[in-house]
């Protein structure tokens, strides 16, 4: 079974940084791993939907971020380590969400959440303006 565990939120000020990992064990009942999935970050703020942040496709390492990230946040993955990372610089208070990592084997690279079948428990990342 696949499981994916975040780490690296916490609290930082306004303008400040963070870089996220989510760390991935285990793989699908055909073998598949880490290297072989399509790979995102979502997040949720209190009272709002989950939202699509950023995603890296498992062939060629294409990326894709959402329009209020686009210039500060970077996704990468270091497939030796079986690990994703989500570089956050000028982080703002509309920031503040958990933040999700998520594995999917049926698309190359997707924005699109139903699209993900593993998800990790979700790391905190607060933003104090």
């Known amino acids: 079974q696949v499981q994916l565990v975040e780490s690296g939120g916490g609290l930082v000020q306004a303008g400040g940084s963070l870089r996220l990992s989510c760390g991935a064990s285990?793989?699908?009942?055909?073998?598949?791993?880490?290297?072989?999935?399509?790979m995102a970050w979502f997040r949720q703020a209190p009272g709002k939907e989950r939202e699509f942040v950023a995603a890296?496709?498992?062939?060629?390492?294409?990326?894709e971020y959402a329009d209020s990230v686009k210039g500060r946040f970077t996704i990468s993955r270091d497939n030796a380590k079986n690990t994703l990372y989500l570089q956050m610089n000028s982080l703002k208070a509309e920031d503040t969400a958990v933040y999700y990592c998520a594995a999917s084997t049926v698309v190359i690279r997707s924005s699109r959440s139903d699209e993900y079948e593993y998800w990790g428990p979700g790391t905190q990342v607060t933003v104090s303006s």
């Open positions: 890296i496709s498992w062939i060629g390492g294409s990326t």
């Open positions: 285990g793989r699908t009942v055909s073998g598949r791993t880490f290297s072989s999935y399509a």
